[in-house]
Structures are given as C-alpha cells and as structure tokens.
C-alpha cells in the first residue's frame, strides 16, 4: 500500500519533535536570530515552521533534530545540508578549499 502524501509530516513521533521545537515562548528563529511570532498562521511568511538541521531531502532523517524558524527564512535556506553551509544546492560537488 503506497503511503500518503505527507506521511512524514503526520508521523506521531515527528508531530510531538516538532511541538516540543516551537514550544519555547518567546521563539527565536534559529536562522535570522529574530522573534517569531506564534499568533501567526500558515502560510504567512513569519509563522513557526521546524526546520530540519539536516535537511531530509539531504540524507537527513524525518526525526532528525529540528530547530525553529520563520517559514520565509526555512524557505530561503532551502535544502543545504546543515543549518550553516551557505552553499547553494547546486554548488554542493564543490570543495571548499
């Protein structure tokens, strides 16, 4: 049986990961250091999202470790490989040296 859509984001161990991440209050976004607001709601560009440190489409796991930050900049940061690597995606063959 083909799994759902969006089976990694409905996985029960992932959902409580992901509300303990965007527990804290107040909530700073981990990429840009300013304050997230949590009465805003998706989609709008300053609401919570839990950002993978390592990013699944990476080699990251789904239960991997998460760190909050506003949708804008989790979209922004895109798939790097760690929260830090300023890489673009399609410059991750090339060596830093």
């Given amino acids: 049986m083909p799994k759902p859509k969006h089976y990694r984001t409905s996985d029960p161990a992932y959902l409580r990961k992901r509300k303990a991440c965007l527990a804290p ?50 979209e922004q940061k895109g798939p790097r490989a760690r929260s830090g690597d300023r890489r673009r995606s399609e410059d991750a063959h090339v060596l830093p040296w």
Avoid: F, M
Avoid at 39 to 46: Q, V
Avoid at 48 to 60: C, F, L, M, N
């Fill in 25 to 74: 209050d107040p909530l700073y976004c981990a990429l840009c250091g300013e304050r997230i607001d949590k009465t805003l709601k998706w989609p709008d560009p300053g609401c919570a999202t839990a950002d993978h440190i390592d990013a699944v489409s990476r080699g990251g796991h789904n239960l991997g470790p998460l760190q909050p930050a506003h949708k804008l900049c989790n």
